[in-house]
Structures are given as structure tokens and as C-alpha cells.
């Protein structure tokens, strides 16, 4: 019954290698989102989509392209891995703003992905 | 830019003792939310509090909201062991896009 889950928990990978990520939520909620967080716990968001449409796309590379099959699936494919990718990445979502909720957003348990 | 600054960067404490963490950010806000974070957990939503209310409490946590300032705290009262963890205040201008500080690392001690 988990609500917002994220597969693989750790990638350990060599450089110039392309990666997925996986996240999926059974909340019902119409936006997710992918964040990064660094070595030192910064957290940043990259990309939100709401029902299947991009909607927040911050700076990041080209090579970070986010995915949605349908509303409750967000994942996140990673060409030609940098060492600076080193990172753990999070899934969230939250239910549509538009019907009057608030952006309170549910978290997956992290991926820690380690590029060698 | 990052949009919050949190202070202290870390607390440690002893089991029974309050625990007061801040969060400032620069920009108009229309909500402002704290989140914990166990280690190597993901973000847990502990508190909303909107731009128009100054004070909110839920169970053993106090947040305030000082618009004018442009800055928040958490209270933690009576802390326990299982509080530690690291807290984050996260701002949103009224779209989807929170903006999380720095975080505070939390420890409490038997």
C-alpha cells in the first residue's frame, strides 16, 4: 500500500552509461515531480507534470528527459551519466491545485544513483 | 537562486527539550510548508501554514509566519529520540513549484 514508490533504491553505474528511473503513485494525485538532491541535502526540483503535461521544466541538461504514460507514472531517463549526476533523486506528487488543494506533496523513498 | 535559508544548520539536544528551527525566503509567498526528512528516507509533509495566518499548531509542532519579515519557525515540543531527523521549509508563490531551504539537522539525545 505504499503511496508513492520509486524502483531501482540504488544505481551504481559507469560514466557515459543511460539510465531510468521509475516512479509510480496510487494516490489518485494528478501532479508529480522529480527532484534532486545533492551531497550536502539541497533539494531541487527538475521537472512537474500534471496529468501527463509538463509543466515545470527547470534548468537541467538535455540529457535528463522526464516521461509520463499516464497521470500516476512519472520516470525520469538519463543519457550519457555525468559524474556530477551523483545524486539521490525523489519523486512527489500532489493533488491538482486546481481543485482546490493545497501543493502538500507526497514523497517517494529516494533512488541514490552513484556514477563511477 | 535558493529561495530559503534555515538556521540552525544543525541542533542537537537533549529527549524532553524543545527544538526551534527558523526558515527565511526572499520572495511573497502563498504558502509556506515544513517537511522531515529521516536519514535516507524521503520527505515526510508535517505542516501548511497559508500567507494570511501567523500561527499553527498540530500535535507537539508550532509554526509561525512572519509575512513581514519573510521568515517561519518550528517548534518542537518535548522532543524525543524519534524526532531526529532533518527539517525543511518549502515555499510556493501560489503554482505547483515548492522552493525548499537549506534544512536544519535535528538530534536529540537520550
Known amino acids: 500500500d505504499t503511496a508513492v514508490s520509486q524502483t531501482p533504491k540504488y544505481l551504481v553505474t559507469q560514466m557515459g552509461n543511460d539510465k531510468s528511473i521509475k516512479c509510480e503513485q496510487n494516490l489518485g494525485h494528478d501532479t508529480m515531480y522529480w527532484y534532486k538532491q545533492d551531497s550536502k541535502k539541497f533539494l531541487k526540483i527538475m521537472f512537474s507534470y500534471n496529468n501527463k503535461e509538463l509543466i515545470i521544466n527547470e534548468t537541467v541538461p538535455n540529457r535528463f528527459s522526464p516521461k509520463s504514460p499516464d497521470k500516476a507514472h512519472l520516470n525520469l531517463h538519463i543519457n550519457s551519466l555525468e559524474l556530477g549526476d551523483s545524486a539521490v533523486y525523489f519523486c512527489?506528487?500532489?493533488?491538482?491545485?486546481?481543485?482546490?488543494?493545497?501543493?502538500?506533496?507526497?514523497f517517494g523513498p529516494g533512488t541514490r544513483l552513484t556514477v563511477l | 537562486s535558493q529561495q530559503g535559508e534555515e538556521d540552525p544548520q544543525a541542533l542537537s539536544i537533549q529527549e524532553g527539550e524543545n527544538a526551534t528551527m527558523n526558515c527565511s525566503y526572499k520572495t511573497s509567498i502563498n504558502n509556506l510548508q515544513w517537511y522531515r526528512q529521516n536519514s535516507g528516507r524521503g520527505l515526510v509533509h508535517l505542516i501548511l501554514?497559508?500567507?494570511?495566518?501567523r500561527e499553527k499548531h498540530s500535535g507537539r509542532l508550532r509554526v509561525t509566519l512572519d509575512t513581514s519579515k519573510k521568515s517561519s519557525s518550528l517548534l518542537i515540543t518535548a522532543s524525543r529520540a524519534a524526532d531526529t531527523a532533518s527539517y525543511f521549509c518549502a515555499t510556493t508563490g501560489g503554482g505547483n513549484k515548492l522552493t525548499f531551504g537549506t534544512g536544519t539537522q535535528l538530534k536529540v539525545e537520550l
Open positions: 501554514i497559508r500567507s494570511n495566518e
Open positions: 512527489a506528487s500532489s493533488s491538482d491545485l486546481s481543485r482546490g488543494a493545497y501543493n502538500e506533496q507526497f
